[in-house]
T-cell receptor
Framework: DAKTTQPPSMDCAEGRAANLPCNHS???????VYWYRQIHSQGPQYIIH???NNETNEMASLIITEDRKSSTLILPHATLRDTAVYYC??????????????FGQGTTLQVKP | EAGVAQSPRYKIIEKRQSVAFWCNPI?????LYWYQQILGQGPKLLIQ????????DSQLPKDRFSAERLKGVDSTLKIQPAKLEDSAVYLC???????????FGSGTRLTVV
């Protein structure tokens, strides 16, 4: 079962920041937080991951709380193309020989003009 | 680099028939996953390969589903016989050993009538 809880849906105005929350209160010390998104009729796309420090890449920023029980994915300037289902996933680090991605229901982000 | 290739893109079969899906991962990727995604749900892991060996098939309904990855490259997923509830998108993903993120194909949409 997925170890994360996300709101089922969110709206965001185009050009504004989209902040997607995720709860993972049972996360273990060696588990990472991953974010993927799935645009309609496509396979999931990797966005970002982190262990305990905040992370930023060209797509998004990931803010993880100090107790690691929750995190927020930030899309700084949302565009209509960011409309998708966003999945927050907790998984063992990539040094594990399983490294399974267990998806939950995700958050459907609708970016509106 | 070329992405994960899957075929066919769409398939419609009658219940009790057999069907096979094919996945060609990114060259050199040791890890390969098959997921099943029912409409409105997140992807569900079916099986994980490491090279040509099965790492995890605990969620694969082995009475009707089978998968193989010959020579550690291409993989096929077969359903025999198909049931109505097998209607879903079947996604393949691959990554190098120790990958931070996995690349997904666009999937095969199966409709069982």
């Amino acid at each position: 079962d997925a170890k994360t809880t996300q709101p089922p849906s969110m709206d965001c105005a185009e050009g504004r920041a989209a902040n997607l929350p995720c709860n993972h209160s049972t996360i273990s010390g060696n588990e990472y937080v991953y974010w993927y998104r799935q645009i309609h009729s496509q396979g999931p796309q990797y966005i970002i991951h982190g262990l305990k420090n905040n992370e930023t890449n060209e797509m998004a920023s990931l803010i993880i709380t100090e107790d690691r029980k929750s995190s927020t994915l930030i899309l700084p300037h949302a565009t209509l193309r960011d409309t998708a289902v966003y999945y927050c996933i907790v998984r063992l680090g990539f040094s594990s020989n399983t490294g399974k991605l267990i998806f939950g229901q995700g958050t459907t982000l609708q970016v509106k003009p | 680099e070329a992405g994960v290739a899957q075929s066919p893109r769409y398939k419609i079969i009658e219940k009790r028939q057999s069907v096979a899906f094919w996945c060609n991962p990114i060259s050199g990727h040791a890890t390969l996953y098959w997921y099943q995604q029912i409409l409105g749900q997140g992807p569900k892991l079916l099986i994980q390969f490491q090279n040509n060996g099965v790492v995890d098939d605990s969620q694969l309904p082995k009475d009707r589903f089978s998968a193989e990855r010959l020579k550690g490259v291409d993989s096929t997923l077969k359903i025999q016989p198909a049931k109505l509830e097998d209607s879903a998108v079947y996604l393949c993903a691959s990554g190098p050993w120790g990958a931070e993120g996995y690349t997904f194909g666009s999937g095969t949409r199966l409709t069982v009538v």
